[in-house]
């Protein structure tokens, strides 16, 4: 049991290099995920039914149980041709429109006065929005180039997320405690 602890920690640790990774071969080589791109909607929604409605960093440790990786390098390969074409600014722009929603997310939460556990939910709900639906959506009603700023959220709001909630897990609890936390 210690072996498969430390395996899924080692995992659960390198999300964001799983995520690159697996969406740099779906880049590269497209052909062997398009066909996986009917079961999107059904992999979003198992994921958002094991989220549930609470979420805590302990729960963004069981990520790597969810399809969340296979999602992300279908969304990319679906897309590839099209995010050649377009990739810098949408980069840009989804790299914006991710950063202003986690700092705003948990900046305006913590001037609200909400606890810090409470502005760090916030902060990813606010901060990583449902792309994969997005880029159903688009591929199903709009044109197809229309799914690129979903494709590229897919793969850049799973990165930083992982990143924070690696960031925000690795802080000592003690130490990210501020007085106006602690309830009396």
């Known amino acids: 049991m210690e072996k498969l602890e430390r395996a899924a920690q080692f995992i659960t ?3 964001p290099v799983w ?3 697996f969406a740099a071969v779906a880049f590269f080589s497209p052909n062997p995920f398009k066909p996986f791109g009917t079961y999107i909607p059904y992999l ?3 994921i958002m039914l094991g989220m549930g409605l609470t979420m ?3 729960d963004f440790k069981l990520v790597f149980t969810r399809p969340i990786i296979a999602i992300i390098t279908i969304v990319v390969a679906l897309s590839a041709a099209k995010l050649a074409t377009v990739a810098a600014i949408g980069f840009i722009a989804v790299a914006m429109h991710n950063g202003i929603g986690l700092g705003m997310g948990y900046g ?4 609200l006065g909400l606890t810090h556990k409470k502005a760090k939910a916030l902060a990813f709900e606010i901060g990583m929005e449902n792309s994969g ?3 159903a959506l688009a591929v199903a009603h709009l044109d197809p ?3 690129i700023p979903g494709a590229i959220f ?5 990165f930083t997320g992982s990143l924070l909630a690696g960031y925000w897990g690795s802080k000592d609890s003690d130490e990210m405690i501020s007085p106006n936390d602690v309830k009396a």
Not at 108 to 111: C, G, L
Not at 154 to 158: D, F, R
């Open 13 to 15: 640790k390198l999300f």
């Open 19 to 21: 995520v690159i990774v």
């Open 44 to 46: 979003l929604g198992l």
């Open 56 to 58: 805590s960093l302990d």
């Open 108 to 111: 305006a939460s913590r001037t």
């Open 133 to 135: 639906l997005a880029v």
């Open 145 to 147: 180039i229309a799914a």
């Open 154 to 158: 897919s793969v850049w709001h799973n």
